[in-house]
């Protein structure tokens, strides 16, 4: 074998490996949860209590509920990040306006037992639904937790949906992050959004940030566009700036969709 061809089969090799690793650890990438367990919720949300519920797949999770003065509960799904413990600030700007909130988290967050994959997440937030029983629900779903969210309605449908930072699928947002890379070729987790936001059969808001970098803007006006939704900019919010979490025009657009 000569000098050239060895070099030439190294070259050919080391990507394919490389997009090899990427495809096995692929959700390493994608999920980053805060695995921690949370403290109890009287202790961080005044009036909260835990709740625990069991998935269709045997998964026994937890979350926090706290209760509102109206009968409206907004189910929140949080990002692929952290847990809900970082989500308590909305939880308790929500509740100041007396809305109902259960705060869950996913399999593998803040406590929970498994390990997240798509599927998992919708058993989860279906699970949650099911624990509710307030009259009118609005679910809230925070970037990944938007499609999550968006299925949920379509199957099991709310009162109102607020989508925050919305991609139109995680392969568009994954292809912003990493133009290099053939990221559509390679997910496994796909979570639309845009394609099957038109069957959701109540009100949608879609809020999001003009400086917003992981979920570029553009992706979230086209998911405002196919849900034939009201758009609502922060204008300058970065995808993680405090304004995206207890802003006005976040807590703004849950308590007039509630209303």
Known sequence: MTTL??????????????????????????????????PPAGQVIPGARDVTFTTRDGLRLTAWYVPGDHDVTVLVTGGNAGNRLHRAPLARALAAHGLGVLLMDYRGYGGNPGS???????????????TIHSSKVVYF?????????????????????VLRSPFTDLAAAGQANYPFLPVRALLRDR?????????????????????????????????????????????????????????????????????
């Not at 006006?221 to 995206?244: F, I, S, Y």
């Open 5 to 38: 061809t060895r070099t030439a089969l190294v070259v050919v090799a080391v990507p394919l490996l490389l997009l090899a690793l990427l495809w096995l650890f692929q959700r390493q990438l994608i999920y980053l949860p805060d695995r921690e367990p949370v």
């Open 116 to 130: 997240p994959t798509e599927e998992g997440l919708f058993l989860d937030a279906e699970a949650a639904r099911a």
């Open 141 to 161: 779903g925070e970037s990944l937790g938007a499609a999550v969210a968006t299925r949920l309605a379509i199957e099991h449908p709310p009162d109102g949906l």
């Open 191 to 259: 979570f639309p959004v845009a394609t099957g936001i038109a069957a959701v059969r109540a009100p949608v808001v879609v809020v999001y940030g003009t400086g917003d970098t992981i979920v570029p803007p553009s992706l979230s006006r086209a998911v405002a566009t196919a849900a034939r939704a009201k758009a609502v900019e922060v204008a300058g919010a970065g995808h993680n700036d405090l304004a995206m979490l207890t802003g006005p025009e976040v807590i703004g657009a849950v308590v007039d969709l509630a209303r």
